[in-house]
């Protein structure tokens, strides 16, 4: 079982910027890896998610301000957010995940939740 640890939440301004790093007790290389966030009192919901072979995709709302990317060496994952709003407030997981079906934009999770990080953007 893969354990994953997040890092890079902070308090931070409307309009600013945070870089969040994930990093996995074993390899990622093979696996898509995906950002989800859970605001209080909402479900959690899928931010972003790069294939294996860096392929990105992203949930409309962020499209343009947050960047996805993978370093396989180091079994890291990051997620660069800029121009932060007041309602990208919550906690940040990360997760590998397998499309369930071609194209089905359903995702079965790779492994247990790590403890997240908490990204607060004050207006």
């Known amino acids: 079982q893969v354990q994953l640890v997040e890092s890079g939440g902070g308090l931070v301004q409307a309009g600013g910027s945070l870089r969040l790093s994930c990093t996995a007790s074993g390899s990622i290389s093979n696996n898509a890896m995906a950002w989800y966030r859970q605001a209080p009192g909402k479900q959690r919901e899928l931010v972003a998610r790069?294939?294996?072979?860096?392929?990105?995709n992203y949930r409309d709302s962020v499209k343009g301000r947050f960047t996805i990317s993978r370093d396989n060496a180091k079994n890291t994952v990051y997620l660069q957010m800029n121009s932060l709003k007041p309602e990208d407030t919550a906690v940040y997981y990360c997760?590998?995940?397998?499309?369930?079906?071609?194209?089905?934009?359903?995702?079965?999770?790779?492994?247990?939740w790590g403890q997240g990080t908490q990204v607060t953007v004050s207006s």
């Open positions: 790069i294939t294996s072979t860096r392929n990105t």
């Open positions: 997760n590998g995940n397998r499309e369930i079906g071609p194209s089905s934009g359903v995702f079965a999770l790779l492994w247990s």
